[in-house]
């Protein structure tokens, strides 16, 4: 049998799998018993010929994203990610209700979160001040930056340091541009992966992970804004609230809605201000949208 090595998935080239292994790529194929294999996964793979290898296990990982795919099924985004990075802007417009939902899927599935307003060189209305001052005082990180400018770029570079991030936010927010700052030669970077794998020219489609400059790593997925509530049921869409914690278990019933139900201890909370009012309405927005399962 051929000697192990472990390796790094850094993206998806066609059919294959891009692992780096001390600096060096090899187009791999997984072996078919595997689970699909995400970008960020670690491997241990062997060599199958020149220049090419196979995956014969995944290393455990500590995180997983999911995506929805067809048939009501999921598929995994990437692995092993610390931070999930939201983006939002005031233009187009800026959607809590969609920031609340990524919220609670990191809650879920203990994600560290931050929250990055781009374009901060735009006003701010009054109800966006109020709406980012509820995040902020629920511990969530909040930088304000702007692509255009270079305004808090280096903060939030210092942020990903000694991680591994992945960038999400609705279409229009300012995302590529971003991704464009933290990896300026990304194509570069593509082409030489491409290469190193014996694939000529071949532009990723999937998610792709990129080493900063600065240190730590990037994952850069086109198309994970549409990471939505598939797996999450109503009780964990709850539980996505963090200002909820101290009260889930605390009310009348066991299986309480907390809605108009009787003695809920999270509409108690609402209703003196404990719980913000704004943050308890997109929580029932989502909880609509999803199965009512528990």
Not at 42 to 69: D, F, T, Y
Request: include cysteine; charged fraction near 20%.
């Amino acid at each position: 049998m051929s000697e192990l090595n472990e390796g790094l998935a850094i993206a998806h080239l066609g059919q294959g799998i891009a692992v780096e292994n001390r600096g060096q790529i090899t187009l791999c194929q997984p072996l078919r018993k595997l689970d699909t294999v995400a970008v960020g996964d670690k491997v241990l793979w062997s060599e199958a010929g020149p220049g090419q290898g196979r995956i014969e296990q995944i290393l455990p990982r500590h995180s997983l994203l999911m995506r929805p795919a067809r048939n009501g099924k999921t598929r995994p985004v990437a692995a092993n990610i610390d931070t999930v990075v939201v983006i939002f802007a005031m233009e187009p417009h800026y959607d809590c209700l969609l920031i609340d939902q990524y919220l609670a899927i990191c809650e879920n599935n203990k994600f560290k979160a931050a929250l990055v307003l781009n374009k901060a060189d735009l006003a701010l209305t009054e109800a966006a001040e109020n709406d980012l001052s509820v995040y902020v005082a629920l511990g969530y990180p909040l930088f304000k930056v702007s692509a255009k400018t270079g305004l808090g770029l280096e903060e939030l570079k210092r942020s990903l340091q000694h991680q591994v991030s992945i960038f999400t936010g609705q279409s229009g927010v300012g995302k590529s541009s971003l991704t464009n700052v933290f990896i300026p030669d990304k194509d570069i970077k593509i082409n030489t992966i491409s290469a190193s794998a014996k694939l000529g020219r071949h532009t990723t489609t999937a998610a792709t992970l990129y080493h900063l400059k600065e240190g730590g790593d990037l994952i850069d997925s086109p198309g994970v804004a549409i990471f939505g509530l598939a797996d999450l049921s109503a009780s964990e869409l709850a539980y996505g609230y963090r200002e909820f914690w101290p009260f889930i278990g605390n009310c009348q019933f066991n299986d309480c809605r907390h809605e108009q139900d009787k003695g809920c201890a999270i509409r108690a909370a609402v209703e003196d201000g404990t719980i913000a009012a704004s943050r308890y309405q997109r929580f029932l927005k989502l909880k609509a949208k999803i199965p009512l399962k528990r």
